[in-house]
């Protein structure tokens, strides 16, 4: 982690504000490519990861764009309320799971509202790469666009395509349609709501899943569609249940498990536990590699496939 100092707050849709982090006198900010994200320590106790959504070739700042969720999990409201122009914060270096492959030749990018965020710096990179692109930004009103001044500036009129829904189902972006072909030598890579994400997953079925990129910030949705099973503890024998809206990780806790955890996402590595038996539905954003898969889990968002699993602590 690295202490920054956050040097100006915009206010930039509803909601929304932009925070701009700069380094201390005398010292420098780390490098970062299109897609990168930082964990950062908030106030309250929350460390939260935001994506860096300005231009990967600037190295004097971090633009950390929060939208914020009173009714979420109190990072994003911590940041609005307790974080001033002048405080210093502290942010881990970027690390990126959602990294812009630069060999295709066609890409196209979808967001749900703050989800633009990589995103937008990947239209930084890919522009300056003179690359093919187009962009789709998913919002439910006006008032919650924002970077459309960047947007306009980096993207072709024609591949610039803003889907304000009103609240009208009717009006939502086309996945289908749009998705309906392959395109040779092209990427997606979305970023957005769960239910943008199935839906781009559901439209790409006949496309080769590497070729679909995804990253969220937000929880999975638990809405009672998800399996129960059960959890072994080796070293105790203890049995715990896992109902279909809670995670395991929610279930050790309250067993008082001593877990570490950050990000609830699958995204940051710190709740990673080895299995030793059991089928596992791994949940975590390609964090793991297919041969960790096999004997680790991610406990925040992974789920037993099977009736049991037998967790390695
Ligand atoms: S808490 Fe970050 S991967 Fe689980």
């Given at each position: ?73 109190g990072g994003s409201l911590a940041f609005h309320k307790d974080v ?230």
């Amino acid at each position: 982690m690295v202490k920054l100092v956050v040097d100006a707050i915009h206010d930039v849709a509803r909601s929304i504000n932009l925070f701009e982090l700069k380094a201390v006198a005398g010292c420098q900010l780390q490098a970062f490519k299109a897609g990168a994200h930082v964990s950062v320590n908030l106030p309250g106790g929350y460390v939260r990861q935001y994506s860096l959504c300005n231009n990967p070739e600037e190295t004097h700042r971090y633009l950390l764009a929060v939208l914020c969720e009173p009714d979420g999990r109190g990072g994003s409201l911590a940041f609005h309320k307790d974080v001033k122009e002048g405080d210093m914060l502290e942010v881990s270096v970027p690390q990126n799971h959602f990294p812009l492959d630069q060999r295709a030749m066609h890409y196209t990018l979808i967001a749900g509202g703050i989800g633009i965020t990589p995103l937008l710096s990947m239209a930084y990179k890919l522009k300056a790469l003179r690359k093919a692109f187009d962009v789709y930004v998913c919002l439910r009103s006006e008032q919650d666009i924002i970077f459309r001044e960047e947007l306009e500036m980096l993207v072709a009129p024609e591949s610039l395509h803003f889907h304000v829904t009103d609240g009208d189902p009717a009006k939502r972006l086309d996945l289908e349609s749009l998705l309906a072909k392959p395109v040779p030598s092209g990427l997606v890579y979305c970023c957005g709501s769960q239910r943008l994400m199935e839906g781009v997953e559901k439209a790409t079925t006949n496309w080769h899943p590497k070729k679909i990129r995804f990253e969220s910030f937000t929880p999975r949705v638990l809405d009672g569609s998800d399996c129960e099973f059960n959890v072994k503890i080796a070293s105790t024998g203890e049995l715990m249940h896992v109902g279909a809206t809670e995670t395991i990780l929610e279930v050790l806790r309250r067993h008082n498990v001593d877990v570490t955890f950050s990000c609830e996402v699958g995204l940051c590595r710190s709740c990673v536990m080895k299995y030793t038996d059991g089928e596992v539905e791994h949940h975590d954003q390609d964090l793991l590699t297919t041969d960790e898969r096999r004997s680790r889990l991610t406990v925040c968002v992974s789920r037993g496939r099977s009736q049991q699993l037998t967790l390695d602590c």
